[in-house]
């Protein structure tokens, strides 16, 4: 799948929430068993808080009773609402709210993150897949994940 606008491509994240409008920002999900083809059998990871959709209103579903699923239904077209979605990305305590594209600002913006990022600028500065097939992170990517929540962890210890 191409990129709006940048001809660049999208990781296609196996678990992408099949509701989400097409683009590089989506969410997460899980199909119900033997429902992969029916979005309507699909639960969303990011569920009810609405955090994500406090910062990015116009880009998410709203909330009805019958349907609470957090997912994209338009992809930001303009720098405010860029940022909108990088912070919908950075509130959502699950990292459900992701990144699949391959734009270097962006994926600067989210912090190089493999926790949010389907790709992040290494060492070497290539980009480089964080997500294996099966939708989990590689095994490079999880150790930096560990080891900034490890820091985290450091630090919130010493701010006691
Ligand atoms: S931001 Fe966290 S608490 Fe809120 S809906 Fe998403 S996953 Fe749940």
Redesign the pocket.
Known sequence: MKEQGTGNTTFQHPFRFPKNADGPFYTTGQPSKGSAQSAAQWCG????????EAEAPELFAAFDETYTD?YFVRQPQTPEELARAIMAAK????S??RYGGMDRNIISAMGNNPELCDYIIGPDQSLKCTVGSDGKLLAFARSIVDEENYIKQLRNHREK
Not at 45 to 52: D, E, I, K, S, V
């Open positions: 990871n990011c569920l009810w808080c609405g955090a994500p957090t509130v959502c305590c699950v459900a709210v």
